[in-house]
């Protein structure tokens, strides 16, 4: 197969932007997340309690955020 026959790989850059984004939100919220199940000294129960009630959340939140742009 020639160079000319292998179909081209698109880069999107506004898709490797929201990919990086997601990332570094979803960090910061890790770290929050273990910052506040340190401070109420819940321990490791409570961290994972803490990410399950967040990760549950998330799609609500964004629903409510796009409506509230629009």
Excluded: E
């Excluded at 197969?1 to 898709?15: E, F, G, I, K, T």
């Excluded at 929050?32 to 401070?39: D, K, M, Q, S, T």
């Excluded at 819940?42 to 549950?56: E, H, K, M």
């Amino acid at each position: 197969m020639s160079a000319q026959d292998r179909p081209r790989v698109h880069r999107d850059r506004r898709l490797w932007r929201l990919g990086t984004r997601q990332m570094i939100i979803t960090l910061v919220l890790i770290v929050l997340i273990n910052l506040v199940a340190y401070r109420l000294r819940l321990g490791w129960t409570g961290s994972i309690i803490l990410c399950a009630v967040v990760a549950f959340s998330w799609p609500f939140v964004a629903t409510w955020w796009s409506r509230r742009k629009r």
